[in-house]
Nanobody
Framework: QVRLVESGGGLVQAGGSLRLSCAPS????????MGWFRQTPGKERAFVAA????????FYADSVKGRFSISSDNAKNTVNLQMNMLKPEDTAVYYC?????????????????WGQGTQVTVSS
């Protein structure tokens, strides 16, 4: 059974940076399409970024384009989300998600494997 283990959340001031990592266990990350979603209380889980298997094409929500960067590190079997120029509105629980074949990359229902979530808090 594949599990996703996230790390790297925390508290940062506006304008700062954080790096989230997601490590799949039980399967090579190169066999998975992987994404990041985020959720705040009372709101739907929203797409942030995704990357096709084996470090293929990357996709971003308009709200993070130019500030966030998703990448895969096959040597460490991780997918990383580098978050720069953070804003208070980026505050959320961030979830890593994966699936072997995602058709609609921004659709959370396409992902069958989820991490436990990591809190990111950006203070103003």
């Amino acid at each position: 059974q594949v599990r996703l283990v996230e790390s790297g959340g925390g508290l940062v001031q506006a304008g700062g940076s954080l790096r989230l990592s997601c490590a799949p266990s039980g399967l090579s990350g190169s066999a998975l399409d992987m994404g990041w979603f985020r959720q705040t209380p009372g709101k739907e889980r929203a797409f942030v970024a995704a990357i096709r298997k084996s470090g293929g094409a990357a996709f971003y929500a308009d709200s993070v384009k130019g500030r966030f960067s998703i990448s895969s590190d096959n040597a460490k079997n991780t997918v990383n989300l580098q978050m720069n120029m953070l804003k208070p509105e980026d505050t959320a629980v961030y979830y890593c998600a994966a699936d072997r074949n995602v058709v609609i990359i921004r659709n959370k229902s396409q992902y069958s494997i989820w991490g436990q979530g990591t809190q990111v808090t950006v203070s103003s």
